[in-house]
């Protein structure tokens, strides 16, 4: 992960009304990858093992590990799909433009006010649009 995408997943994280939903991949600052995963109605995490592409081993949410050890992966969809939807619960997606160069997100509120966010990935807009509104929700 470069250092822009990780500086960005980092504050991400931290920003009002962050959660970890299912379907989040998120990286370790040991660089280890995990999913976010529903067990039972439980969250829960799934190791990856570095190029492997089925999970190796489940276990229960860590709560100390995925808050403070771990950021979410913005080049990743799943976690893209995700960012949209915390940003769904309080304004709706008016409209994403996003090419080999750059993304956009623009969101409108009740009142249909505008607001958008650009990057040179939909992951990062979608973070610059959260900071810029203060949080995810």
């Given at each position: ?124 807009a979608c973070y610059k649009v959260a900071l810029e509104l203060g949080g995810w929700n």
């Open positions: 992960m470069n250092l822009m995408l990780s500086r960005y997943g980092n504050g991400a994280r931290k920003l009002k009304g962050w959660e970890w939903l299912p379907g989040m991949r998120g990286i370790t600052t040991k660089g280890k990858k995990f999913r976010v995963r529903i067990n039972n109605g439980i969250k829960v995490i799934v190791d990856y093992e570095p190029d492997i592409e089925y999970p190796s081993l489940h276990r229960g949410l860590d709560r100390k590990f995925m808050e403070d050890d771990s950021i979410p992966d913005l080049n990743d969809s799943a976690t893209i799909g995700c960012l949209l939807q915390l940003l769904k619960r309080k304004y709706s997606i008016y409209k994403i433009i996003s090419t080999s160069e750059s993304s956009l997100i623009m969101l409108e509120d009740y009142e249909g006010l505008i607001m958008e966010g650009n990057g040179d990935t939909l992951g990062e």
